[in-house]
């Protein structure tokens, strides 16, 4: 039995009905829930990236591929882990999506706790790298309220200059610094300039 935190679907896409059908039966026996799919149309029809935890890509199949499916699933704001079924002669194909930032691949016939062991850690990196683009993007959203002077004023705070140092800088009023002081930590949702630091330090966006 699975001892990780509640996960999200994982998405299981293969032509093959005995492949589709086994995985879902194997996931199951460790409390995951999968979601299956026929084809990569059938997937994109419907696809929602905060879904999955996890997507298994059957490389070669019908129509869509499962290598041309991962570059669709890459032009959403957020990929989730992407491990890839590949036949022996599928192999270079897997190693260059993994370049492409494919989470793995893995052989057909595989062993059934290979498989788990690799989709468990997905699910759990999964939970991490959202967590990262999560506060990202609410970083970016914030950032994206400031004026032009608001992030003139936002640099020169994050190196430490005083306010009457940043309206010497910018000639302007120390009153007017004081505003422009206000209104980015408000908008940025901290109430200091070393929470705001430490803001956009954790979420990894770079300063203005």
Known sequence: ???????????????????????????????????LFASAEELL?????ETFGCLILDV?????????????????A?????????????VPMAVAALKQGAADFIQKPFSDNDIVDLVE??????????SEWQARTAVDQCMATL????????????????NKQIADDLSISMKTVEVHRARILEKMRVKTAM????????????AP
């Open 147 to 162: 004026t032009p002077r608001e992030r003139e004023v936002m640099k020169l705070i994050l190196v430490g200059r005083l």
């Open 45 to 49: 029809a419907s696809y929602k990236p």
């Open 60 to 76: 070669r199949m019908p129509g869509m591929g499962g290598i041309e499916l991962f570059g669709k699933l890459q032009e959403y």
């Open 121 to 130: 850690s997905c699910l759990s990196l999964d939970q991490l790298h959202r």
């Open 78 to 90: 957020y990929t989730p882990p992407v491990i890839f079924l590949t036949g022996h002669g599928d």
């Open 1 to 35: 039995m699975s001892t990780l935190s509640p996960q999200r679907d994982i998405a299981i896409v293969d032509d093959d009905d005995a492949i589709r059908d086994a995985l879902s039966w194997l996931f199951s026996t460790r409390n995951h829930k999968a979601q």
């Open 195 to 206: 929470e705001l630091a430490a803001r956009l330090r954790d979420s990894g966006v770079d």
